[in-house]
């Protein structure tokens, strides 16, 4: 993945009926995706087998919401997410993403399992977007990338605290009823 990360503002959309999938090995890199994860994010299979799969990560995306998703996860649980993703040529898209742990028969987590849908727009422009935009001033405003980090995990801590919810409680009280039609 190259350093020098583009965008375009440009948002795009995949379908109220189509579900985005990827799988991951326990670092992240991607052992599969479906044809709707090709056709939005504009990548051939070639091209993201075996890569990160923070290859489609928007810049705009707090640091701090991944480390709560990778946190959760690495604990054996699932987790579900706002997520705003970057296609190849720039554009960006959103998703509501669900993202569970692979466990092999002995029940030992094995890799990530991740369906993304069309997220609700107005749960998007309301809240997300300004808790996004919110999380990351404070990720930026410390120059050590570190205590930004840290800056902002406490900021989505203390927002949570302050409704007595944990984050997957938090999230579904935004509710995701995807409206058909509504972008």
Request: with cysteine; glycine share 8%; charged share 25%.
């Given at each position: 993945?190259s350093k020098?990360?583009?965008t375009?503002?440009?948002?795009v959309?995949?379908g109220d009926d189509e579900i985005i ?5 326990l670092?992240?890199r ?7 994860f090709?056709s939005i994010a ?5 091209e993201v087998i ?7 990560r928007?810049p705009d995306m707090p640091r ?5 998703l990778?946190?959760t ?7 579900f997410?706002?997520?705003v ?6 554009d960006?898209?959103w998703?509501y993403?669900?993202v569970t742990?692979s ?5 030992q987590?094995i890799?990530?399992?991740s369906n993304?849908?069309?997220p ?11 808790l996004?935009?919110?999380l ?5 405003k410390q120059?050590?990338r ?16 302050e ?6 409680e938090?999230?579904?009280t935004l509710?995701?009823g995807?409206?058909r039609?509504v972008r």
């Amino acid at each position: 993945m190259s350093k020098d990360i583009f965008t375009t503002g440009k948002e795009v959309f995949f379908g109220d009926d189509e579900i985005i999938v990827s799988k991951t090995d326990l670092k992240g890199r991607m052992t599969y995706i479906n044809r709707v994860f090709l056709s939005i994010a504009g990548y051939s299979e070639k091209e993201v087998i075996g890569e990160p799969h923070s290859l489609i990560r928007h810049p705009d995306m707090p640091r701090c919401i991944f480390k709560l998703l990778w946190d959760t996860l690495q604990l054996g649980s699932e987790i579900f997410a706002y997520v705003v993703n970057r296609t190849k040529n720039g554009d960006h898209y959103w998703v509501y993403a669900h993202v569970t742990p692979s466990r092999d028969t002995s029940g030992q987590i094995i890799g990530y399992h991740s369906n993304r849908r069309v997220p609700d727009r107005k749960v998007i422009d309301e809240t997300i977007i300004p808790l996004y935009k919110a999380l990351l001033a404070v990720e930026q405003k410390q120059g050590n990338r570190k205590q930004g980090l840290e800056d902002s995990t406490s900021m989505v801590a203390a927002h949570l605290a302050e409704k007595s919810l944990a984050y997957d409680e938090f999230v579904m009280t935004l509710g995701q009823g995807r409206r058909r039609g509504v972008r």
